[in-house]
């Protein structure tokens, strides 16, 4: 009887601890004034709530990149901000970006233009200079090479170097100012 009455004390304890702490209001939070929280307003104009919360406008150009399981060049979609200027460093991204997705890091060293060219040159240690098979080099390259000249018609040729020097890779060569692709030859 003892035993049973000192549990039932203890249980009863118990129970009042966790209820008693279960309806106490902390209000223990620290107030940081560095942090400002703001809520919008009933007042405030529903267009404007609307507005921050629309996302930015986008638009979709098209690339090239390499089919994972053919190899081969297919057509792909990037998607940029509307705003965006359509620039051979873009677009030359947006295709590294996408090759860079099937575990192929493409080193770009620069992207420039004359005239009426397109000059990519690459990092001499990186894809497509090494590490990879003729079959891929050549893919890597008319992917860059497509792209660029259907996004970007006032530059209808491209020009592949390493480094600023002619392209020599293992399995391709090509001199300074050879052109790898011309688009108005294609039309």
């Known amino acids: 009887m003892k035993n049973t009455t000192r549990k039932l004390s203890i249980i009863l304890v118990l129970f009042l601890i966790v209820f008693v702490s279960a309806c ?12 400002t929280i703001v809520t ?9 709530v609307k507005a921050t919360v629309t996302p930015a406008a986008t638009k979709e150009i098209s690339i090239y990149t390499m089919n994972e399981n053919t190899q081969d060049v297919e057509a792909v979609s990037a998607v940029v901000n ?16 996408s090759l860079g997705e099937r575990l192929i890091d493409v080193g770009i060293d620069s992207v420039t233009t004359e005239e009426d060219e397109v000059i990519v040159s690459f990092k001499s240690d990186t894809p497509p200079v090494v590490q990879v098979d003729l079959s891929v080099e050549t893919t890597i390259l008319d992917a860059i090479a497509q792209s660029l000249v259907d996004n970007l018609p006032e530059y209808p040729k491209v020009i592949f170097r390493v ?8 399995n391709l060569s090509f001199g300074l100012n050879d052109i790898y692709l011309d688009g108005n030859k294609s039309k």
């Open 163 to 170: 480094e600023g020097k002619a392209y020599k890779s293992a």
């Open 24 to 35: 106490t209001k902390k209000d223990e939070t620290k107030k940081d004034s560095s942090v």
């Open 82 to 97: 509307e705003d965006t200027k359509i620039t051979p460093e873009l677009i030359v991204d947006k295709v590294t970006d």
């Open 40 to 48: 919008p307003s009933v007042v405030q104009d529903k267009e404007a």
